[in-house]
């Protein structure tokens, strides 16, 4: 049965959210990330709008970078809270029209539309409707790629932004993707596209009409079967249901590169709590954490832990990622540039405390939790952390920066 995918991504998302709620900075060169502190700022872009990617500035580029290219710009921290809610709201409309959605960010789904069908009318038709729904949620604008499988789909939806819609016909992928630009098929990076362009292949029809063989003896034979059977638009993957994409994290990039261990832990713990605090804000527990490592020169490890119950509380998170980093620290010399810790796997805070032989000490973990949350609610977030946190080595080494 032919599958009707959507990949749906808004339009500069972050700027346009700045740009929606502070109507003079429409149409200005809007870049969020990281202070640029005058081109001596550390940490990168997490999004620049149209206007500032005219001046060569893109996301995940150093923020410094930015500045030196684009030193008019309107640099904004990121304001997490907003661009969630926002993000909220999309994802409420997406699950008007299937259950059947996979979060790659904040603002960007693939939705297997398959089975609405009957109830909201063709994949044309519900493609409208989600982009006319998006809009009247948020007043933001998204665009949307409509393809049988999800590598289409997403293609598509890059190809006519901002506020477009291109419709791939079913049987129709492997002509719609030969003109394209060879860098457009996933997993041609940096390293391979050079390769690839020096055989001779620039578009995605010059390598589906490559030899196979040949092809294989120059990138290998894994990624050779792999950008074959993408130049001819297939891809079986399905679109992972609602549980597992999901995902709540913090980093923090350090004013110094650093390998001073002290900081680096009470860092991590800072992280942690921060991120089991919006779990249980959000009513969910995780069910995998994952940490990230960037050390000097950008070069970035990540590391994973299954954790088993589930869990919301930081302490939890702590004693999976605290060996993880120390491991790091051993096996290699370099200094940290940034740590990061995020939740995934996210489930439903179980609400009910299970009767276990642990229960009293649980329970007392949790009231804790509750009592923490509920004070800084009240008098604002810091007021109350646990006690490691306090010190002089806490917060004051994040960047961050108020205009
Ligand atoms: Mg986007």
């Known amino acids: 049965m032919t599958r009707i995918i959507a990949?749906?991504?808004?339009?500069?998302f972050y700027a346009a959210v700045e740009m929606r709620d502070h109507?003079?900075?429409q149409g200005k060169p809007v870049i969020i990330g990281s202070d640029p502190?005058?081109?001596?700022g550390r940490g990168v872009v997490s999004t620049a709008s149209y206007a500032a990617r005219k001046f060569g500035v893109r996301s995940g580029q150093p923020i410094r970078q930015a500045w030196q290219l684009c030193p008019q710009g309107v640099f904004l921290p990121v304001d997490m809270e907003r661009y969630a809610l926002a993000s909220q709201q999309i994802h409420q409309v997406f699950q008007r029209f299937t259950p059947m959605v996979e979060a790659l960010s904040l603002d960007e789904a693939f939705l297997d539309l398959t089975a609405s069908q009957k109830l909201f009318g063709s994949g044309l038709e519900m493609a409208q409707q989600i982009k006319r729904g998006v809009f009247e949620a948020t007043r933001l604008t998204c665009s949307a790629g409509l393809a049988e499988n999800k590598f289409l789909a997403k293609t598509a939806s890059d190809l006519r932004k901002p506020?477009?819609?291109?419709?791939?016909?079913t049987g129709g992928g492997r002509e719609f993707l030969a003109p394209l630009a060879i860098g457009r098929l996933w997993g041609v990076g940096e390293h391979s596209e050079p390769v690839l362009r020096n055989l001779g292949i620039n578009t995605i029809g010059d390598l589906d009409a490559y030899p196979l063989d040949?092809?294989?003896r120059h990138i290998g034979a894994r990624a050779a079967q792999d950008f074959k059977a993408l130049a001819r638009a297939e891809d079986v993957r399905p679109v992972e249901g609602s549980v597992a994409a999901q995902s709540i994290g913090r980093e923090n990039t350090f004013e110094e590169d650093s390998r001073h261990a002290p900081l680096l832990r009470s860092t991590l713990m800072e992280l942690c709590e921060d991120v089991a605090h919006r779990l249980r804000r959000e009513q969910k527990e995780a069910g995998r954490v994952t940490l990230k490592v960037r050390f000097t020169g950008f070069e970035t490890h990540t590391r994973q832990a299954l954790l088993k119950p589930g869990t919301a509380h930081g302490p939890d998170l702590l004693a999976q990622v605290r060996p993880m980093l120390d491991a790091f620290l051993q096996s290699d010399a370099r200094k940290v540039r940034l740590l990061g810790v995020s939740a995934s796997a996210l489930k439903p805070l179980q609400a009910q405390v299970q009767l276990t032989l642990d229960e009293?000490?649980?329970?007392?973990?949790?009231l804790a939790d509750v009592a923490l949350d509920a004070v800084n609610a009240r008098f604002?977030?810091?007021t109350l952390k646990p006690a490691a946190l306090v010190g002089p080595k806490g917060i004051r080494h994040r960047t961050g920066f108020s205009k």
Request: cysteine-free; aromatic content about 0%.
């Open 163 to 169: 506020d477009g819609l291109v419709v791939v016909p």
């Open 380 to 382: 604002g977030e810091g």
């Open 23 to 25: 109507p003079h900075l």
């Open 7 to 12: 990949h749906v991504d808004m339009d500069q």
């Open 360 to 366: 009293g000490s649980q329970q007392r973990r949790r």
């Open 214 to 216: 040949a092809l294989a």
């Open 37 to 40: 502190k005058q081109g001596q």
